[in-house]
């Protein structure tokens, strides 16, 4: 009876293992997938491939990571699409524009721990040392009387409304100033829906011409060609969310800083 009733539950098992084998499963398809690895920390970068707007310090960062493979794009939104779709494991951007361009990725997320800590300041040539001097005290004097922490309580934190700072019109206006940024950095710049540049920098600089009686002229160009184009004097000044280098020193002088923050880690959740 032993014998049998083994014989009976070897049959039954077979039969089971044949009908689970034949059970079809649901794939995915391979184009569909996104392949992504766990990246915790600076750590971990190592050996990936990481994406950051070209010439910019998360470029130059960038380089110094571990047989990292860095793929460089023409501006930060760029790179975090081309994270959300898979072609990059992780980018390398400032934490202030990585959060307006993540607010709404619900598969992306920004490491608490920042990659490195950095100053902003305006670029001018150096052949144009009295104008850089004014736009130096100009900025001592919005530091001062609170008028550079209002402009960038205006877009950063919880109650950001994004008003832009209105210029003085009580101000006699005696030549301009032409800036170079780049529209692609929010909230320091990006343009609005009627094309307009808007952001951090471009309050700084029309609160900086209110100082001097001088009116902005502001426009966009790629980052990388900010340094150059203000040290061959196409551009009286540069704003733009620009770090000092020595590299950059070598090309134009810079003000005292007028705004601090850190190059963070996007990546998959």
Same mark, same amino acid.
């Given at each position: 009876?032993?014998?049998?009733?083994?014989i009976?539950?070897?049959?039954?098992?077979?039969?089971?293992?044949?009908?689970?084998?034949?059970?079809?499963?649901?794939?995915?398809?391979?184009?569909?997938?996104?392949?992504?690895?766990?990246?915790?920390s600076?750590?971990?970068?190592?050996?990936?491939?990481?994406?950051?707007?070209?010439?910019?310090?998360?470029?130059?960062?960038?380089?110094?990571?571990?047989?990292?493979?860095? =793929? !460089? /794009?023409?501006?930060?939104?760029?790179?975090?699409?081309?994270? $959300?779709?898979?072609?990059?494991d992780?980018?390398? +951007? @400032?934490?202030?524009?990585?959060?307006?361009?993540?607010?709404?990725?619900?598969?992306?997320?920004?490491?608490? =721990? !920042? /990659?490195?800590?950095?100053?902003?300041?305006?670029?001018?040539? $150096?052949?144009?040392?009295?104008?850089?001097?004014? +736009? @130096?005290d100009?900025?001592?004097?919005?530091?001062?009387?609170?008028?550079?922490?209002?402009?960038?309580?205006?877009?950063?934190?919880?109650?950001?409304?994004?008003?832009?700072y209105?210029p $003085?019109?009580?101000?006699?206006?005696?030549?301009k100033?032409?800036?170079?940024?780049?529209a692609?950095?929010?909230?320091?710049?990006?343009?609005?829906?009627?094309?307009?540049?808007?952001?951090?920098?471009?309050?700084?600089?029309?609160?900086?011409?209110?100082?001097?009686?001088?009116?902005?002229?502001?426009?966009?160009?790629?980052?990388d060609?900010?340094?150059p184009?203000?040290?061959?004097?196409?551009?009286d000044?540069?704003?733009?969310?620009?770090?000092v280098?020595?590299?950059?020193?070598?090309?134009?002088?810079?003000?005292?800083?007028?705004a601090?923050?850190?190059?963070?880690i996007v990546?998959?959740?």
């Amino acid at each position: 009876m032993k014998r049998n009733f083994g014989i009976v539950m070897s049959f039954i098992m077979i039969a089971a293992c044949i009908s689970g084998c034949g059970e079809k499963t649901e794939e995915i398809p391979a184009e569909n997938t996104v392949p992504i690895y766990v990246i915790e920390s600076a750590d971990d970068l190592s050996g990936k491939t990481i994406g950051t707007q070209l010439g910019t310090t998360g470029f130059l960062f960038a380089q110094d990571i571990q047989d990292a493979n860095v =793929e !460089p /794009f023409s501006s930060g939104s760029e790179a975090i699409q081309a994270l $959300k779709v898979g072609d990059i494991d992780a980018v390398l +951007i @400032d934490a202030e524009t990585a959060n307006v361009l993540v607010q709404n990725e619900q598969a992306l997320t920004i490491l608490d =721990e !920042p /990659f490195a800590v950095e100053e902003y300041s305006v670029a001018y040539a $150096k052949d144009n040392e009295e104008l850089g001097q004014k +736009i @130096d005290d100009a900025i001592s004097k919005l530091k001062e009387d609170g008028t550079l922490e209002d402009i960038k309580k205006h877009w950063i934190g919880e109650n950001a409304d994004n008003a832009p700072y209105v210029p $003085k019109a009580d101000i006699e206006r005696n030549g301009k100033m032409k800036v170079a940024t780049n529209a692609e950095f929010p909230p320091y710049e990006s343009f609005d829906e009627n094309g307009n540049i808007i952001g951090i920098d471009v309050d700084i600089m029309n609160a900086v011409c209110d100082e001097l009686g001088m009116e902005l002229v502001i426009e966009s160009v790629d980052f990388d060609t900010i340094i150059p184009s203000v040290n061959e004097g196409e551009y009286d000044a540069g704003a733009a969310g620009i770090s000092v280098t020595p590299e950059r020193e070598k090309n134009v002088s810079f003000t005292q800083p007028y705004a601090t923050s850190t190059q963070v880690i996007v990546v998959h959740r």
